[in-house]
């Protein structure tokens, strides 16, 4: 009862914007409405992902939990685009945006271990992860997701998110309050350029 309480509002916001796209006969979907709970989706997930990074590098004993909530962001994600693209792409999105959490994982704990080794390991997995997410996303709206602008920002959001646990790594405060903010901006322009290339994509959804 306590995980389906706790899943229930982001549920409840993906089906009230999402799920008109999935039958032919449905009224036509609100384009604010589709924004705003795009960006709510990504939000999240930077949201999670600098929980998850203070409780794990703390060894915090929310870290768990955190990581339960980090995780389903994922699966949120990827329910989120399959009236548009087909439950196979929502898979496959949510399958790409776990693996770029474990490999998160792994290179928070390497370089809390300072384990050079494997924290350039990880590094070359999460950049070769990012690029297919920017694949995936291209390959299903090239006109309105280009390659090269999704390659861009999601390499941005990496660089972005490692200044986070560089720096408190280091302790430095007001240098990991910058770097959310970087990232926290940086993934809600991501969030909007895909809202609108899906509304660009499948005008006849939306209404005005």
């Not at 549920?11 to 036509?28: D, K, M, T, W, Y």
């Not at 980090?70 to 399959?82: E, F, P, R, T």
């Not at 704990?109 to 390991?121: E, P």
């Amino acid at each position: 009862m306590k995980k389906q309480t706790l899943w229930l509002p982001v549920l409840l916001l993906v089906c009230a914007c999402f799920p008109a796209a999935a039958s032919a006969g449905a009224s036509l979907m609100d384009r604010s409405a589709f924004h705003d709970a795009m960006r709510k989706l990504w939000e999240d997930h930077v949201t999670w992902t600098r929980l998850f990074v203070v409780s794990a590098l703390a060894d915090l004993p929310d870290k768990g939990s955190t990581t339960e909530r980090l995780v389903q962001n994922q699966s949120d994600i990827g329910n989120a685009i399959k009236p548009f693209y087909g439950d196979a792409a929502g898979e496959k999105l949510t399958a790409l945006l776990k693996e770029h959490i474990v490999i998160a994982a792994e290179l928070i704990a390497a370089a809390k271990a300072n384990d050079q080794v494997k924290q350039a390991d990880a590094t070359k997995r999460w950049l070769t992860n990012a690029d297919g997410i920017a694949s995936f996303l291209s390959n299903a709206n090239a006109r309105n997701w280009p390659l090269e602008e999704m390659m861009s920002m999601m390499r941005e959001h990496l660089n972005e998110t490692t200044a986070e646990v560089v720096a408190r790594l280091k302790s430095d405060w007001p240098a990991d309050v910058a770097a959310y903010e970087r990232v926290h901006g940086q993934m809600l322009q991501m969030a909007d350029m895909l809202s609108m290339g899906i509304i660009n994509q499948f005008p006849e959804r939306f209404g005005k």
